[in-house]
T-cell receptor, first 112, second 115 residues
């Protein structure tokens, strides 16, 4: 059965810290891995990763996929209180009508 | 990025009534839309996959007669919660698939409270 596991489940840091969130997957016909940020409303799209070893960057956030290890990391540098959210990772099974397999998320709290 | 809207954003209704939630892709055509449900502090739960012009595919355990999905056009899908009960109270989120970017974009969600 396809599955996505995120770790840690919860993280509390101070402003200015750097955090690394992990996502591992076991998905048949794996096509891509997506990261989303969810605050009080619906998830907002951060990154889509298809190729191994190519870092994607957006401001203080970056992410990379390792297809050999079946995993991805999301890095946030110089964290701010506005980064507090749940970060969701999802994997796309190319053969499954575009359904995403979701992890449970990492809840990040950044304290001032 | 691609924009997806949902309406209404919040609805309170009495038990036994039906509620319709609309999901629109505003600047792209979505051949596939997804409906999710999310309980507090839990992850997203996929309810159904909706392809334009065909019947929705429901996930195991989701009652298709209770959660009616219509995907009449490439930019609009609707979810109707029929004969709503308090246990249907939840956060309902739609997403639309854009093949150009091979990803799902989410609507802002609808909070349903059934009294």
């Amino acid at each position: 059965e396809d599955k996505v596991v995120q770790s840690p489940l919860s993280l509390v840091v101070h402003e200015g810290d750097t955090v690394t969130l992990n996502c591992s997957y076991e998905v048949t016909n794996f096509r891509s891995l997506l990261w989303y940020k969810q605050e009080k409303k619906a998830p907002t799209f951060l990154f889509m990763l298809t190729s191994s070893g190519i870092e994607k960057k957006s401001g203080r956030l970056s992410s990379i996929l390792d297809k050999k290890e079946l995993s991805s990391i999301l890095n946030i540098t110089a964290t701010q209180t506005g980064d507090s959210a749940i970060y969701l990772c999802a994997a796309l099974n190319a053969g499954n009508n575009r359904k995403l397999i979701w992890g449970l998320g990492t809840s990040l709290a950044v304290n001032p | 990025g691609a924009v997806v809207s949902q309406h209404p954003s919040r609805v309170i209704c009495k038990s036994g009534t039906s509620v319709k939630i609309e999901c629109r892709s505003l600047d792209f055509q979505a051949t596939t839309m997804f409906w999710y449900r999310q309980f507090p502090k839990q992850s997203l739960m996929l309810m159904a996959t909706s392809n334009e012009g065909s019947k929705a595919t429901y996930e195991q355990g989701v009652e298709k007669d209770k959660f009616l999905i219509n995907h009449a056009s490439l930019t609009l899908s609707t979810l109707t919660v029929t004969s709503a009960h308090p246990e249907d109270s939840s956060f309902y989120i739609c997403s639309a698939w854009t093949s150009g970017r091979e990803t799902q974009y989410f609507g802002p969600g609808t909070r349903l409270l059934v009294l």
